[in-house]
């Protein structure tokens, strides 16, 4: 287990009770581990805005299966993508619409490429892209 090390903190009294209420209806056990999330999950954006940093990610799209040629194309993106696409879950949602979720690991850059090459599919009606850190 790595060294722990205790530091203080100096903050406003109200900003303090706000945090004290977050702590609660997050279900921390402690402010050491709130502050713990909250610095890894800053540390997690930053590295995930360098150009070249290795990600994961999950990628959904919701679509209307329906639509003329729609799933072909999606299918094609993901063929360009391979290499980075770790797997990929098709949901339906109902008779018409059904949830796609596709997991990457690589570079960030070429993931959002992937991203936004899929949204930009003519009868895609949503995209949403989720990164986080490999865990390294």
């Known amino acids: 287990m790595a060294k722990l090390i205790r530091f203080g903190v100096s903050v406003d009294a109200e900003l303090l009770d706000s945090f004290d209420k977050l702590i609660l209806e997050h279900k921390y056990s402690n402010r050491s581990q709130a502050i713990a999330v909250l610095m890894r999950n800053k540390l997690i954006a930053r590295n995930q805005q360098r150009k070249n940093a290795n990600i994961v990610a999950i990628i959904s799209l919701v679509y209307n299966h329906h639509r003329r040629e729609l799933v072909n194309k999606v299918m094609e993106v993901q063929h ?57």
């Open 80 to 136: 360009d993508f391979q290499k980075i696409i770790i797997s990929s879950q098709h949901i339906h949602l109902d008779h018409a619409y059904c949830l796609e979720i596709i997991a990457c690991k690589g570079k960030n850059s070429i993931i959002l490429e992937l991203s936004h090459a899929l949204g930009a599919i003519k009868g895609i009606k949503h995209t949403s892209l989720s990164m986080t850190s490999s865990g390294k």
